[in-house]
């Protein structure tokens, strides 16, 4: 099992910041892809960044030059930041840590519990 923590979020005016933090804990696969989601009312949960497998980032065309992904440390495979710069009222959601690992041809994927990020206009 994999639990995972976040930090951050909150309620920011356009063209605000904020940071969100993800920590994984349990049985932690050095190998392993995490990322953030966010599922806004109304709407499917969608991908806003993430580290891949094989350490390459993933951003949503959304969020590209404002949002930034990072690690605490280049080791630090259990963790995961998210930067979040010129927030914009569409990027208002609910934010989901993501973590994923293989075992074989299996994949296994786990979830935190959201943190909502409002921008206000």
């Known amino acids: 099992q994999v639990q995972l923590v976040e930090s951050g979020g909150g309620l920011v005016q356009a063209g605000g910041s904020l940071r969100l933090s993800c920590a994984a804990s349990?049985?932690?696969?050095?190998?392993?892809?995490m990322g953030w989601y966010r599922q806004a009312p109304g709407k499917q949960r969608e991908l806003v960044a993430e580290f891949t497998h094989i350490g390459s980032t993933n951003y949503a065309d959304s969020v590209k030059g404002r949002f930034t992904i990072s690690r605490d440390n280049a080791n630090a495979k259990n963790t995961v930041n998210l930067q979040m710069n010129n927030l914009k009222p569409e990027d208002t959601a609910v934010y989901y840590c993501?973590?994923?690992?293989?075992?074989?041809?299996?994949?296994?994927?786990?979830w935190g519990q959201g943190t909502q990020v409002t921008v206000s206009s």
């Open positions: 349990g049985s932690i696969f050095s190998i392993n892809a």
């Open positions: 993501n973590y994923r690992h293989r075992i074989a041809v299996n994949e296994y994927n786990y």
